[in-house]
C-alpha cells in the first residue's frame, strides 16, 4: 500500500494544476486598460493568429516588435537617452574645456533646450557619440547602471526605467503568455537599453534592435580582448532604417508592431504589407495630467504623417486618457 | 461517483508523465559522439553550468554560438556559399558578357579554382556582392531555397542542407534541452542561411548572426514596401568582426562557443574571456574518409593559430575521425 500516498500526492497535484491554469486563462489579462474599441483590437488580434481558425499563425512566426520611446516608456520633456547624455557631459566637461564655446556642448551645458534643438539631429548625434565612444563596452554598460539607478526625472522625480507604461507592461505580458516573442524596435542607443530592460521590460538583450556605434575587438594591455566603442555612428534605426533594422536582427515580418510616431511609420508599414492578419497599434499622447499631451509639433516623438496614415488604414491608436485606467506603475 | 474515472485519467497521466520525464533523463544524449575526453568535457561543462554548485549559471545566460561552414555543415572543396554564388554566376552570365573576360568572374565561370583564389578575399566579396545584390529580400530568400533544393555537392550527390553533421545536431539538442539559447555567428552571409536554418538546425533566424550586405526600404510602384539589396558589404561577420557581431546581435558574452577555424579565434578568445566556467571547441577535420582532412594549410576553412591556442588554453579540440561515430546523418 505503498503507492497510496503517492497516488494522492499526484491527484492533488493534477487537480490543483488544472484548477491554477483554468483560473489563469479565465483572469483579465490586460487590466490597466479600460474597456473599449482600443482594447478589444489587441484581444480580438490575439485570440484570432492563436486559435484554430483561418488566421492561425505558428507560434515561432508570432513575432511583436515595440518602439520604445514614447511607446514602452517616456520621452517627455525629453528623450531619455538625450538626458544621459548630457549628464555624461557635465561629468566629462572638466577634460573638455573647449565645450565651453562648442556648440551643441555649449547649449546642452548651458540647458538651452531651445538652442540645443536648432542643430536637429546631426546636434543630437555629435553629443551622442561624444558621450558615447572611447570606452570599453563594459565600461559603458556600468556607466549606463549607475545613471538608471541615480538620475531622476525632472517632473516625476523617479528614476526614469520608472516612467514605463504599466498597460504596455500588461501587453508585452499578455502577447508572451500567448508564445508571443517581444523585440524592442527603437531609435534609441542598443547599449544604451541592453543593461536595463531585461529586468525592466522582460525582454532580454538579445532582443533588443537599435541605433548603434562602431565598436571594435582588440586584445588589452594584458593580452585580455576587449570591445572598444569607436564614437562611430554604425546604423541609425529610425524611419526607414527600422524595416532594415528587423530584417538584419530579426529576419522575420514581424505579425505585431507598436509605435507612437512618425519614426514607426515605416516599421509599421512593413509589418501590415505581409501576409495573413497583422496588427498595428500607435500610441497617442493625450493626458497631459497623468504623463504629457503632444503629437503634430512635438519636437521629440512628433506624430503626424503617420496619425494620418493610421486614420486611413483603421490601425489602432490608443487615446491614452481614454483607453489607459493607469499610465505608470506607481499612479494609481 | 462521476469523479472516478476523471481522477483515473490523472493518475494514469500523472503517472505516465513521470515515468517518460524520468526516461528522457537517462537516456543517453550525444549517441553520435564516441565515449572519450572530448564528449565527457561536453556533459560535465553543461552539468556543472546547470547543476546547484558554484558554476551554476541561469538559463537566461546560458548562450552557446556555434561557427557554421565547417562546424556545422561541410565546408570542402569550398564554401557552399561559394558554391551558390558559382551557380549564380552562371545563371546571370547572359545578363552580363562582360564576365567572360573580366576576373574574378572568367575564372569562376570557367570553374579554375586555383586562379580564383589568387583573388583572395577580396575577389570572393566581389561574386558575392555581384549575385546577392539588386533584388528585394523576398526574392533573394527564394533563390536560395530554389538552390537548397536543386543543388547537389559535387563529391557526396547531395543537397547541402544533407552535409550537416549529425553529432554537432545532437549537441544542439543536448544545449537547447538544458535551456540553453544557441546561436549561429557565421562569417557566411545571413540572409544565405536565415531561409533553411530553422528546418535544418532548429535554430530560428533571429538567432543567427552573419555578414550582411546593405540594404534599403523603398515603397515599390504599388506603394508595396520592399527591402532592396543593394549589392554592398555592409559587415563582415569573420574573424575580429565575431566578437563584435556577438555584441551587436545578442549583446551578451556566450558562455559555450564552438568553431573550426583562424576565423573563430577571437570568438572564442571573447567567449574565454568572461568570468566563470566556459567552454571552448574546435572541430579538427581528419577524417578525410566520411569527410576530409585540413587544417593549417587549407584553403578555406584554415585552422592553424586557433588549434595552437587551444593546445595552449586547454580547449576542447574534436578530432573528428576519432570523436565521431556518425559524421554526416545519411551515413551509418
Known amino acids: 500500500m505503498i503507492a497510496r500516498p503517492i497516488t494522492t500526492i499526484f491527484i492533488i497535484v493534477a487537480v490543483a494544476l488544472a484548477f491554477i491554469s483554468h483560473a489563469f486563462a479565465q483572469s483579465e489579462p490586460l487590466p490597466s486598460w479600460n474597456d473599449g474599441d482600443t482594447k478589444r483590437s489587441i484581444v480580438d488580434f490575439v485570440t484570432r493568429v492563436t486559435g484554430q481558425g483561418p488566421d492561425f499563425v505558428p507560434p515561432a512566426e508570432r513575432i511583436a516588435v515595440f518602439d520604445n520611446d514614447g511607446t514602452l516608456w517616456c520621452e517627455q520633456p525629453f528623450y531619455f537617452q538625450l538626458a544621459f547624455a548630457l549628464d555624461r557631459v557635465k561629468a566629462m566637461a572638466p577634460d573638455h574645456p573647449e565645450w565651453k564655446s562648442k556648440q551643441p556642448f555649449k547649449a546642452l551645458l548651458e540647458q538651452d533646450m531651445r538652442t540645443l534643438v536648432t542643430f536637429g539631429e546631426k546636434g543630437l548625434l555629435d553629443i551622442v557619440v561624444a558621450t558615447h565612444g572611447g570606452m570599453t563596452t563594459d565600461t559603458f554598460t556600468k556607466t549606463v547602471l549607475e545613471w ?9 522625480n523617479r528614476p526614469y526605467t520608472e516612467l514605463i507604461y504599466q498597460p504596455m507592461l500588461e501587453l508585452l505580458a499578455y502577447l508572451r ?63 526607414p532604417g527600422k524595416p532594415v533594422g528587423i530584417n538584419r536582427f530579426i529576419g522575420r515580418r514581424p505579425i505585431f508592431a507598436f509605435g507612437n510616431s512618425d519614426g514607426d511609420l515605416q516599421m509599421l508599414q512593413w509589418t501590415a504589407a505581409g501576409s495573413g492578419r497583422r496588427f498595428m497599434g500607435l500610441v497617442h499622447h493625450t493626458d497631459a495630467d497623468r504623463e504629457y499631451a503632444y503629437d503634430r509639433r512635438s519636437q521629440f516623438g512628433k506624430l503626424d504623417k503617420a496619425l494620418d496614415e493610421a486614420t486611413k488604414k483603421n490601425w489602432t491608436v490608443v487615446d491614452m486618457k481614454a483607453d489607459w485606467r493607469r499610465v505608470f506603475p506607481f499612479q494609481n
Not at 538608471?148 to 516625476?156: E, L, V
Request: charged share 25%; no cysteine.
Open 148 to 156: 538608471t539607478a541615480n538620475a531622476r526625472h525632472p517632473r516625476f
Open 177 to 239: 503568455a500567448n508564445d508571443f516573442k517581444t523585440f524592442i524596435v527603437s531609435g534609441g542607443g542598443i547599449e544604451f537599453m541592453r543593461p536595463w530592460v531585461e529586468k525592466v521590460y522582460g525582454i532580454p538583450p538579445e532582443q533588443v534592435v537599435g541605433s548603434s556605434g562602431e565598436v571594435k575587438y582588440q586584445l588589452g594591455p594584458d593580452d585580455r580582448p576587449i570591445l572598444m566603442k569607436l564614437g562611430k555612428i554604425d546604423f541609425i534605426d529610425d524611419g
